[in-house]
């Protein structure tokens, strides 16, 4: 079966500060999704990372993926209020049928 | 466009009471999908339809019934809910469940319906 971890589950941190959130998984998988969701929102896709190594970035965000260490990040650099959300990572398995989340990180940006 | 519909918004009802939840989409997407969430919780994946036959059931209780009617829709039918079944019940669709090799096959989501037992 496969588990996916998130840390932290809650993250507050302030404007302009850089953090990391992680996501751990445990069994091989080679596609792996973050997503935002606001309160009471749906989830909007952030980052698909495809391959080992595999790097994006999006304005404040940037994911990378460790398929040996079955490892991906999510590194905020100097955030803002607006990045204030709650983000999952969401792993797939190998016949491309299932997503598992993690249990999502509840971001607070304070000014 | 990469829009999944979900219709109604909020729906609530009594525990004798039969609804149904809605989905569309215009993707050309043959892979669909019903997820609950709990509030604070993730997603959790309830049935998996492809090509238009239903491909996973995660064991949901039968007074949860799916119905792909077309490729471009998907129905949730709801009869004799319990209290414990209140969630947001979320959509989602994709270019094909098990393509594993396709470089984007990317899950997109509706927004979802909030639904109250009561």
């Known amino acids: 079966e496969l588990k996916v971890e998130q840390n932290p589950l809650f993250l507050s941190m302030q404007e302009g500060k850089n953090y990391t959130i992680y996501c751990n998984y445990s069994?091989?998988?080679?596609?792996l999704y973050w997503y935002r969701q606001d309160p009471g929102k749906s989830l909007e896709s952030l980052f698909v990372?495809?391959?080992?190594?595999a790097v994006k970035q999006e304005g404040r965000l940037m994911a990378s993926l460790d398929t040996k260490a079955r490892l991906s990040t999510l590194h905020i650099t100097a955030a803002v209020h607006d990045l204030s959300a709650t983000y999952f990572c969401a792993v797939e398995d190998t016949s491309g049928s299932r997503l598992t989340f993690g249990e999502g990180t509840q971001l607070t940006v304070n000014p | 466009d990469t829009e999944v519909t979900q219709t109604p918004k909020h729906l609530v009802m009594g525990m004798t009471n039969k609804k149904s939840l809605k989905c569309e989409q215009h993707?050309?997407?043959?892979?669909m999908y019903w997820y609950k969430q709990k509030a604070k919780k993730p997603p959790e994946l309830m049935f998996v339809?492809?090509?238009?036959?239903?491909?996973i059931n995660e064991s949901v209780p039968s007074r949860f019934s799916p119905e792909c009617p077309n490729s471009s829709l998907l129905n949730l039918h709801l009869h004799a809910l319990q209290p414990e079944d209140s969630a947001l019940y979320l959509c989602a669709s994709s270019q094909g469940e098990g393509l594993a090799n396709l470089a984007k096959n990317i899950q997109y989501f509706g927004a979802g319906t909030r639904l109250s037992v009561l």
């Open positions: 069994t091989t998988s080679d596609r």
């Open positions: 990372l495809l391959s080992n190594g």
């Open positions: 339809y492809s090509y238009e036959k239903l491909s």
């Open positions: 993707m050309g997407h043959r892979a």
